[in-house]
């Protein structure tokens, strides 16, 4: 059975994945509202903010799974839904922005 803090360590953890993965896709989606410019050396600040949501979204990954309750598989997987399509889009974006734009 799993504890009230660990159900609640879930939840914040579920807030957590899907406010970074809306993170990268809003800072991949900001590169669609800028005109299309020659490659520079440095990516620009969106290019970090969507690193940084990346890698931030692996340990709270980990905290989610280790949090989750596993008699529910079906709940604990429902939570990660949006996030999931958020971050698959994301990267959809941002292979499009790169190869085709």
């Avoid at 406010?19 to 809003?26: C, D, G, H, R, T």
């Avoid at 800028?34 to 890698?55: C, K, M, N, Y």
């Amino acid at each position: 059975m799993q504890t009230p803090r660990g159900q609640k360590i879930n939840r914040v953890g579920a807030l957590v994945l899907l406010v970074l993965s809306m993170i990268a896709l809003l800072a991949v989606l900001s590169g669609y509202a800028q005109p299309p410019q020659p490659r520079e050396t440095d990516e620009g600040s969106a290019a970090h903010i969507f690193q940084l949501s990346i890698v931030a979204l692996v340990p709270v990954f980990l905290l989610f799974f280790a949090t989750a309750d596993w008699r529910q598989p079906l709940r604990s997987m429902r939570l990660l839904a949006i996030p999931a399509v958020a971050l698959v889009l994301a990267f959809g974006a941002l292979y499009y922005l790169e190869h085709y734009r």
